[in-house]
């Protein structure tokens, strides 16, 4: 049975007519460097049968547009975190975009606030980019209305803010499974996000003061969540943007041994040992702390990747065969071990499953050079990447962004000013400092965040009114706030109506009454 007529034919040319559609859509030059591992016909199938347009695909082209005009510059856009559309609509008088950050998501739009564990509810942030993308619509329906209500010559004297800037916001690791990431992807456009990143970081893992901080997932589960994301971008027929984000730099973990293109960086005991959860039950028994335990077990276990091993026990001239054959992209453990055996005398003792932690990971060797693995490898999948790195170490990223741009010439890059970084510490001069964004954007870093500024910056804020507004009351507000904001450039406020929109709200009476609003 059926409520439509079955008109085969129809049915069947209009999906061919969708998949020729799909084809001339990736043949776009805005879509040249992205290749998908599925077919027109797989997408087409997944299609609505009716067409859906979304303002995120024309925020997206927007973004594409500011960035690439970054990049032929050797510019970049700066940008910040918020969750806050007020704040927003000040961002947007000095910058081209706006950054909702799930670390601020996680302390301030949620039931249940705490650091960034990203183990918030999935929808969190897409519905933080919704409320902010409707607060820009507002703002940017109330300033033309406001403008038009007066003449061409006296709209030369107004100010006029683009309240439209692209929305980037952060998709995390795509919150576990394939179908939370296809719904995730679905939500942002549906909220008129114009970019998201997604990361290669395992679900709710952090520990933030014991040194494990970071649980990567295969390079095989990271190009299915990616590729999860632009199927659904495709679905949808979106140009909203894909961010990479490779959160390998000081990771310590990696949950699974599955994919042999990560088989180059887990970290194995070269000692026969008791299994590190073992040694640390049994001392945490003891009374022992489990820190304790667990630096006591890896001070004496030998700890190093297989190809270290075989370094330790293989003359210079066995390495140097073993290396020449074995160490390369993707060559699994096992044929690893085969090689070792064939060319060098010493038996390799190795055991990547003695380390393992309580949650079972496996314990992983971070380094430059498997970041840029794991960026070249998705890049076709995305429109940018990022490198995520826990400090800005100017050699690291120097070459992170050079080896991919041997492959990728004309990427596109991000870079994240995490809370935490410590320049001095990382030997930046005062001056490098300063210049530090500029020397990134020529590197092709054209997009560059401070993801978190709003837990300091407006927390110092309000703990300064508040000090200041119980020893000086109104008249305080008055000196240090009301008046402030009336000297131009002028910082909206409910004082000036225009900001509040209620030329906006009397303009519909207006128009219902069948006045003009116009002059
Ligand atoms: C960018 C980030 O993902 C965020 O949630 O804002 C965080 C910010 C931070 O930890 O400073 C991150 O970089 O992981």
């Not at 910040?80 to 961002?91: A, D, K, R």
Request: hydrophobic share 40%.
């Amino acid at each position: 049975m059926s409520n439509v007529s079955l008109d085969l034919d129809a049915e069947e040319a209009a999906f061919q007519a969708q998949v020729a559609a799909i084809e001339q859509e990736w043949k776009n030059p805005r879509q040249a460097h992205l290749k998908r591992p599925y077919s027109a016909e797989s997408i087409a199938a997944l299609r609505n049968t009716i067409p859906i347009t979304y303002p995120s695909s024309f925020q997206g082209d927007k973004l594409w547009n500011i960035l690439k005009t970054h990049l032929a510059n050797g510019t970049c856009e700066k940008t910040f975190g918020t969750t806050e559309p007020t704040v927003v609509s000040q961002m947007v008088k000095h910058q081209q975009t706006v950054y909702v950050s799930g670390a601020l998501c996680g302390l301030s739009e949620v039931q249940h606030p705490g650091c960034d564990h990203a183990d918030y509810p999935w929808d969190t942030v897409p519905k933080v980019v919704e409320k902010i993308f409707k607060a820009q619509l507002f703002h940017d329906q109330r300033q033309h209305q406001f403008r038009m209500r007066h003449s061409k010559e006296e709209r030369a004297k107004l100010e006029k803010y683009d309240f439209m800037a692209p929305i980037i916001a952060d998709g995390d690791m795509g919150f576990g499974g394939l179908t939370t990431t296809v719904k995730l992807a679905k939500l942002f456009v549906e909220a008129g996000v114009a970019m998201i990143h997604l990361d290669d970081l395992a679900i709710g893992l952090k520990k933030f003061t014991v040194g494990e901080g970071r649980t990567v997932v295969p390079t095989s589960e990271y190009l299915s969540r990616l590729t999860a994301v632009r199927m659904q971008f495709d679905v949808m027929g979106t140009n909203t943007l894909l961010m990479c984000r490779c959160d390998t730099d000081r990771s310590q973990f990696i949950t699974s041994t599955i994919d042999p293109r990560d088989h180059e960086y887990i970290i194995g005991a070269t000692k026969d040992l008791d299994p590190l959860v073992e040694y640390i039950a049994q001392g945490m028994a003891e009374g022992k702390p489990y820190v304790q335990a667990r630096d006591e077990w890896k001070s004496q276990a030998g700890l190093m990747t297989f190809d270290q091993a075989v370094k330790e026990k293989a003359t210079e001239e066995e390495y140097q065969q073993y290396a020449s054959k074995a160490i390369a992209y993707g060559v699994p453990l096992k044929e690893k071990r085969r090689i070792a055996k064939e060319l060098v005398k010493q038996d390799v003792f190795f055991d990547w499953e003695l380390p393992r932690s309580k949650e079972g990971q496996y314990m992983w060797k971070p380094s430059v050079k498997t970041i840029v693995e794991r960026a070249i490898l998705v890049a076709p999948l995305g429109d940018m990447t990022w490198a995520r790195m826990d400090a800005p170490v100017w050699k690291d990223i120097v070459e992170f962004h050079t080896e991919v741009r041997k492959v990728y010439p004309d990427r596109m890059f991000a870079f994240g000013f995490t809370g935490m970084y410590n320049y001095e510490a990382a030997g930046f001069s005062q001056e490098q400092i300063k210049s530090f964004s500029n020397d990134m954007a020529k590197l092709g870093i054209v997009w560059q965040v401070q993801p978190i500024w709003s837990v300091a910056g407006l927390n110092m804020t309000a703990e300064k009114f508040a000090k200041e507004w119980q020893r000086d009351g109104i008249a305080g507000y008055i000196e240090t706030i009301s008046k402030p904001s009336r000297v131009p450039p002028i910082i909206d406020g409910f004082h000036k109506l225009s900001y509040a929109g209620s030329y906006l709200a009397d303009a519909f009476f207006a128009v219902v009454a069948g006045e003009k609003i116009v002059p």
